[in-house]
T-cell receptor
Framework: DAGVTQSPTHLIKTRGQHVTLRCSPI?????VSWYQQVLGQGPQFIFQ???????GRGNFPDRFSARQFPNYSSELNVNALLLGDSALYLC?????????????FGPGTRLTVL | AQSVTQPDIHITVSEGASLELRCNYS??????LFWYVQSPGQGLQLLLK??????LVQGIKGFEAEFKRSQSSFNLRKPSVHWSDAAEYFC???????????FGAGTILRVKS
């Protein structure tokens, strides 16, 4: 089975621009979460979506938004990019309730803001 | 507040030597604990997890971890390290349901031959 996929792999943007990152969960997984991993730090939780509804939000500004589609894929949008948004953005999907809180991570999208 | 502390930023061990990576957590409810490994430029791979039951859990690649509630610790161990184990290791804690994992800052493992 295919794992979690993310696109693009790398992205370079300039300050003030907008970016959209995409994630496809493992087949059968209905929950998708997004994390930001700044160089030298552990991942930080941004959003969780389950059945197309937001179920959790981390301590990130409103410039960050996300959505989940009927096929359970997800997009993370970041507006008005800042230099500090440069990071690896990780998407993770989880099996339905009862399968344990195990998250399967994708390879990430490396965002560089110049 | 929920938090995970990994006291060691870097650890260097000789190939074939034993390994222990430390993890301490602060969590208000029953913790669900995880260890992930990340190779350079890669995503996170789950090594093992603890939900309940036996406090010594076995994972992939010969890793194990022991949950000690009294010490709020979940240390990762491996009896004999291989050069391919060089990577960054993250401890994480989360709720039973819901995906908001809280990660530690990571420990970079270097293996010398």
């Amino acid at each position: 089975d295919a794992g979690v996929t993310q696109s693009p792999t790398h992205l370079i943007k300039t300050r003030g621009q907008h970016v959209t990152l995409r994630c496809s969960p493992i087949s059968g997984h209905k929950s998708v979460s997004w994390y930001q991993q700044v160089l030298g730090q552990g991942p930080q939780f941004i959003f969780q979506y389950y059945e197309k509804e937001e179920r959790g939000r981390g301590n990130f500004p409103d410039r960050f938004s996300a959505r989940q589609f009927p096929n359970y894929s997800s997009e993370l949008n970041v507006n008005a990019l800042l230099l500090g948004d440069s990071a690896l953005y990780l998407c993770a999907s989880s099996p339905p309730r009862g399968g344990g809180n195990e998250q399967f991570f994708g390879p990430g999208t490396r965002l560089t803001v110049l | 507040a929920q938090s995970v502390t990994q006291p060691d930023i870097h650890i260097t061990v000789s190939e074939g030597a034993s390994l222990e990576l430390r993890c301490n957590y602060s969590y208000g409810a029953t913790p669900y604990l995880f260890w992930y490994v990340q190779s350079p430029g890669q995503g996170l791979q789950l090594l093992l997890k603890y939900f309940s039951g036996d406090t010594l859990v076995q994972g992939i690649k010969g890793f194990e971890a022991e949950f000690k509630r009294s010490q709020s610790s979940f240390n990762l161990r491996k009896p004999s390290v291989h050069w391919s184990d060089a990577a960054e290791y993250f401890c994480a804690v989360g709720p039973e349901y819901g995906n908001k994992l809280v990660f530690g800052a990571g420990t970079i493992l270097r293996v010398k031959s």
